[in-house]
């Protein structure tokens, strides 16, 4: 019986070849585009600000040391959605928001994946739009592609009333199959043609979103996502932590 062949390596150089057709980049935000869960360094802005207890932070600091070492779960996915609303139920959009350009400023920045930063960057040169679609908050993810330049954002959204919190989600979480419609219905409102866009995730969970899009690239796959690229010749990006030090040092002395 012959092994599977190696997922085929992506081709940056392709990435700038412009096309006229009108396509998206579609990334997944948490350890693709970032390492880490953006939530939980939220939850430490939350914290900081008194917004949340020692002891709720504490459950953000072991569930954010699982979420690195084996990926996004089921009771990754419950603690997302419970403890945003935990950080945010009272606030307003305004706080909340106010708050997230300060995570992403302290924290978030010095997080992101330079190689998939990169890759992004040049979908946007060749003229694709570029969208997060991501299971966490609307604003977080807003704030994100606003810092990065990227075309816009499709998160979590959770409820508010007059502009205040409620503790409640307003359509669930954009997750799976639920963010794979997001996706399609951003494509169709952005008039793309599906077999031409690109989506970029490490979890299993985006299975559905990567089959969507003609051009499916898995980005530090879990073990599961891995085995599926392998079978399917999904290009497959691997990064090391030493590439976001590497970046550091280099924006310093520039």
Not at 181 to 187: F, P, V, W
Not at 218 to 246: C, E, F, Q, T
Not at 247 to 252: H, I, N, P, Q
Request: net charge positive; charged share 25%; aromatic share 6%.
């Amino acid at each position: 019986m012959l092994a599977p062949r190696a997922p085929a390596q992506l081709d940056s150089a392709h990435l700038s070849e412009a096309t006229a057709t009108r396509a998206i980049a579609f990334f997944d935000v948490d350890n693709t585009l970032m390492r880490g869960a953006s939530l939980y360094h939220l939850g430490i802005g939350a914290w900081r600000r008194r917004m949340i207890s020692g002891r709720e932070i504490l459950s953000f600091v072991w569930k954010q040391a699982r979420f690195i070492a084996v990926g996004e779960n089921g009771v990754h996915l419950a603690t997302v959605r419970e403890r945003a609303l935990e950080v945010v139920v009272g606030h307003t959009r305004a706080e909340i928001t106010v708050l997230s350009r300060e995570i992403f400023d302290a924290r978030l920045l010095r997080r992101l994946w330079p190689e998939t930063v990169a890759v992004a960057r040049a979908h946007l040169a060749a003229g694709r739009e570029v969208w997060l679609v991501s299971a966490t908050a609307q604003e977080v993810a807003d704030v994100i592609a606003e810092r990065l330049g990227l075309t816009g954002a499709v998160g979590t959204v959770l409820e508010a009333v007059e502009g205040v919190y409620t503790g409640r989600l307003a359509d669930g979480v954009c997750h799976g199959d639920r963010k794979a419609r997001a996706a399609g219905t951003r494509a169709v409102a952005s008039g793309a043609d599906l077999s031409h866009c690109w989506a970029y995730s490490d979890s299993r969970n985006d299975i559905p979103l990567l089959n969507l899009v003609g051009n499916p690239v898995v980005v530090n796959p879990d073990a599961r996502l891995h085995r599926y690229a392998v079978a399917r010749h999904w290009p497959v990006m691997r990064m090391k932590r030493g590439s976001i030090a590497a970046a550091a040092r280099a924006s310093k002395k520039r």
